[in-house]
């Protein structure tokens, strides 16, 4: 399927509506968001490329699954909050949002070649998430986000979070009540098809 079908397949899972629902408090939202874009029903079919790590989070070690998320109808998401569980069939809200995780994202199609790499480019966006959202310095040993378990993992992270070091860009922060909360940066057909420019929404922003 071609670059343009996916972003109309993306941009027909849209349907311009609000939702009533509560959301939980999650710093890097709350830091990055711009513009309510509308909402959307996605699911996923499966984390790949990736590999099973164990983390850690304010103290509790976890085993879970660290790479690129492929969302239904389309697009390629990772996710920030890593307390939750991915679903079918969700709604979510979808946010154009401005901050660290968007440089870190348009990094995604040349770094991530691997597993290994998959892997590492999640847990950068964890630490970024969880540590640098709170204003605590990168630092994969510590704070409230840890990974130590693979070196080779760990050296690819701490690179991408030296390279995206006081940078930042837009991105699209899907935003569910209840499931999985994902970042991912949009293809141009898909904000075509939504009739939405992030370069506007971004000039809009810098004027406010």
Known sequence: ??????????????????????????????????????TGVFGYSNVSPGR????????????????????????????????QTAGQNVTYEIWLAHGRAGALLQMMDTFVTSNNRAAAFQIAMWEIAYDHAAGNPDNL?????????D????????????DTAGKSA???YLRSDSKQDWAMVPEPASMVALGVGLAGLAARRRKR
Request: proline share 1%.
């Open 141 to 149: 040993s510590g704070n409230l986000f840890r990974y130590n378990q």
């Open 1 to 38: 399927m071609n670059r343009l079908n996916k972003g109309m397949l993306f941009a027909a899972a849209l349907v311009a509506v609000s939702l009533s629902t509560a959301y939980a408090d999650d710093v890097q939202f709350n830091n990055d968001k711009v513009s309510l874009l509308g």
């Open 170 to 172: 837009n991105y699209l």
């Open 151 to 162: 070196a080779t993992i760990r050296g690819f992270a701490d690179q991408l979070l030296a």
């Open 52 to 83: 099973n790590v164990e983390v850690t989070l304010n103290g509790n070690n976890q085993d879970t699954r660290a790479g690129i998320f492929n969302l239904l109808p389309s697009g390629r998401a990772v996710c920030v909050e890593l307390d």
